[in-house]
């Protein structure tokens, strides 16, 4: 069993929804109020980004850079080399996407604790099409040394995520957000911490390990793999993909035998690719990874999106037993 | 050597800081030899006369700060750090070997004194432009200064008007920037390349005070320096015009010299040239 508190109405159609941008918004504007060393930045896109809840209360500790965002990271590397703790905000795709050397050498190399906020990440982003949805920003953030990267499964994470990742003044930091609302299935008091992953439902199967709002889908992707098919999944929620809980995955597996990733992102690289190198090296088992399959996203409202590419409970449910049909647990002999 | 030199001194500092670059490159077996020795005038005038700074004591909150862009110029500030006294001038030698603090391309974490890493062109003046906004407009602290050097070939780079138009923007009045205006860069002459001119009408049009000067005119590079400290209302840049490969004959204006580094014989010959101040003099001075 997990002692993971859950929302109750996890599953059901009226679950409250918020996008996980606002849980940031909201995280940020009471990290600021803790710490006088955080500023934010943003490159013109502050409501989208919900960094105007900074921006109203403190004017003075928020910088517009404009369209420009290469200058976003660098302007806050020197921040903070003067003691600042700065967040910098833009799409995904532009930051990192855009400026990732900046990031790498002024930053990472430069060991500043810039926290760079990618928000509207994913084909969720909807009609603004593939250009606008960000899938590689986990692969680019994962590997820089001394990066963190935090990809919050829900607003309230998300909110706690931002206050954890402002108290870091020593490592530059990642933070994935979402455009659209998804469920809420944690609770105020579910634990967050920056490193954790967290098992949300107990189970011997198959475990399901999934990053992002993605975790709403896994979990009512096993709750019907429980109910209709018999199949108890092991649901292991990893807000955290950078530095990874090993230690978690590694039980996990070691349990249920296989294990099937799941991300609105590119799987090769991004979290599922992680996945598979840390258990080559720990615990190899079989693996289905659940992602975008080395393509681009495209327009469309966001819920046919989630659909079209295969994201959904229903189909995250499907593709889980035809897995597990067809490659058996590798308990033994490892 | 103490903080406040003659202009005399400054002079004789920078041709030491030309003979220490020469052996560092010859040890290394690698780098860049124009830029450092074109650069050697100023970065003399900056860590010797113009910035406040404590050598024993890097991270003093008093200090002035200095951000390196063209990061593979490093070689020039080690040695002006090294003769200031932030290290011992034998480590110099040790400029690109493994496990030194003296990497190829700056790295902040490595040498106390260095205030950014930087090598990938285009970055450093952004970062100046940060801590100088901070100063500003969230520490409310006018005491200090913020210092870029820039090249000119990394002018290419749209990250450096990014960083132009927003410390225009915020008129960013205690940040001073000066672009090493050799002329040279990589693949040729920097108006082959890519041209730049008119780049005073450019970082005018910015919202920027522009002086241009004799960058290896030692009056020429404090008088600028404090003019552009005067400048109460806009970012300043000083273009200053420099010999790549100044003060070594068979260096000067061949662009060849920017990634590579003297031979034995060819370092010979440079501190000859150097020592001797091309032959009118014939003291041959101490090697480091």
């Known amino acids: 069993m997990s002692d993971y508190t859950l929302n109750p109405h996890y599953a059901s159609d009226d679950v409250s929804r918020e996008p996980t941008r606002a849980g940031f918004g909201r995280g940020l504007k009471t990290a600021g109020e803790a710490d006088e060393r955080v500023v934010a930045l943003c490159a013109d896109l502050t409501e989208s980004t919900q960094m105007h809840h900074f921006r109203d209360v403190f004017p003075s500790r928020f910088v517009e850079i404009g369209v420009a965002e290469q200058n976003l990271v660098t302007v806050a590397s020197g921040m903070a080399r003067v003691g600042k703790i700065p967040f910098t905000s833009s799409y995904a795709a532009f930051s990192p996407g855009r400026n990732w050397e900046q990031i790498r050498t002024t930053i990472c190399l430069n060991e500043q604790p810039v926290k760079v906020v990618g928000s509207h990440a994913g084909v969720s982003v909807g009609p603004d099409g593939a250009t606008h949805q960000m899938l590689e920003d986990i692969a680019l953030m994962r590997v820089l040394p001394h990066m963190v990267v935090v990809n919050p499964g829900d607003a309230i994470e998300a909110e706690k995520a931002t206050r954890a990742m402002a108290r870091d003044d020593k490592n530059p930091g990642y933070l994935r957000l979402a455009r659209e609302k998804t469920p809420i ?98 615990l190899p088992a079989p693996q289905l990874r659940i992602g975008m399959d080395d393509r681009f996203g495209e327009s469309g409202s966001p819920d046919e999106l989630l659909t079209h590419f295969g994201f959904d409970a229903e189909a995250i449910a499907g593709r889980v037993r035809t897995f597990i049909d067809k490659r058996p647990q590798y308990k033994k002999g490892f | ?84 006294g932030y290290f011992d001038k034998k480590e110099l030698m040790t400029l690109r070997q493994l496990g030194s603090r003296l990497q190829g391309h700056p790295e902040r974490t490595k040498l106390p004194g260095l205030e950014n890493t930087s090598g990938p062109l285009g970055s450093g003046l952004s970062q100046a432009a940060g801590v100088a906004y901070t100063l500003q407009y969230i520490d409310n602290n006018p005491q200090r200064w913020v210092y870029a050097v820039t090249g000119d070939g990394e002018l290419d780079e749209g990250n450096i008007w990014e960083a132009a138009m927003f410390a225009g923007k915020y008129k960013l009045s205690q940040l001073t920037v000066f672009i090493d205006r050799n002329n040279i860069q990589i693949d040729g002459t920097t108006e082959d390349v890519m041209p730049l001119e008119d780049l005073a009408g450019k970082w005018r049009s910015f919202g920027w005070h522009v002086q241009e000067i004799d960058g290896h005119n030692m009056a020429s590079i404090i008088d600028a320096a404090d003019m552009a400290k005067a400048i109460t209302t806009r970012p300043s840049v000083i273009i200053a015009h420099t010999v790549p490969g100044k003060g070594v004959d068979f260096m000067e204006y061949d662009y060849h010299w920017h990634g590579a580094p003297p031979n034995h014989e060819q370092a010979k010959k440079a501190l000859t040239e150097l020592r001797t101040l091309r032959g009118k003099i014939t003291h041959e001075g101490e090697g480091v």
């Open chain 1, 185 to 282: 299935f944690s609770t105020e008091q579910s634990p967050f911490e920056i490193g954790p992953a967290y098992v949300l439902h107990a189970g011997d199967d198959v475990t399901i390990a999934s990053t992002g709002p993605m975790t709403a889908q896994a979990l009512i992707a096993a709750k019907q793999l429980r109910e209709q098919y018999n199949i108890n999944a092991e649901v292991v929620h990893v807000p955290t993909i950078k530095p990874l809980d090993v230690d978690t995955i590694v039980a996990s597996v070691g349990k249920t035998g296989r294990i099937v990733t799941v991300e609105e992102a590119q799987a090769a690289a991004g979290f599922g690719g992680l996945i598979a190198e840390t258990l080559a090296d720990h």
């Open chain 2, 1 to 84: 050597m103490s903080g406040k030199q003659t202009q005399t001194q400054l002079e004789q500092t920078a041709n030491t800081v030309r003979t220490d670059i020469i052996s560092m490159l010859e040890a290394a077996g690698s780098g860049h030899s124009a830029g450092p020795l074109g650069l050697a005038d100023i970065f003399t005038a900056l860590y010797f006369r113009i910035m406040k700074l404590r050598p024993e004591e890097p991270e003093w909150d008093g200090r002035d700060l200095f951000f390196l862009s063209n990061g593979h110029c490093v070689p020039v500030q080690y040695a002006v750090m090294a003769n200031r």
